[in-house]
């Protein structure tokens, strides 16, 4: 089992920025890829972004250019940097972990006033 906690997420003005962290711990294999989705009210999950233990980065439509995604690996933690932040980021952010099997975190609220 992989334990997944999110932190970092709060209210904050359009054009604002916050920094989402997320900590696994467990059974914690290398090789592993870990990242963010998000999921606004009513609406489906959808990715934010991924990396790869190698550090390879995948970033969804509406994080390029604004966010950037890292990761620890010492520290097994990723990180989720979000710059110009607008009123459709709003959302939880959920962290998540995949090797073999996918574990999430609970999500952390991103709110984003205009």
């Known amino acids: 089992q992989v334990r997944l906690v999110e932190s970092g997420g709060g209210l904050v003005q359009t054009g604002g920025s916050l920094r989402l962290s997320c900590v696994a711990s467990?059974?914690?294999?290398?090789?592993?890829?870990m990242g963010w989705y998000r999921q606004a009210p009513g609406m489906q999950r959808e990715l934010v972004g991924t990396?790869?233990?190698?550090?390879?980065?995948t970033l969804g439509d509406s994080a390029k250019g604004r966010f950037t995604i890292s990761r620890d690996n010492a520290k097994n933690t990723v990180y989720l940097q979000m710059n110009s932040l607008k009123p459709e980021d709003t959302g939880v952010y959920y962290c998540?972990?995949?090797?073999?099997?996918?574990?999430w975190g609970q999500g952390t609220q991103v709110t984003v006033s205009s």
């Open positions: 998540y972990y995949v090797y073999f099997s996918a574990f």
């Open positions: 990396i790869t233990s190698g550090g390879s980065t």
């Open positions: 467990g059974r914690i294999f290398s090789g592993n890829v």
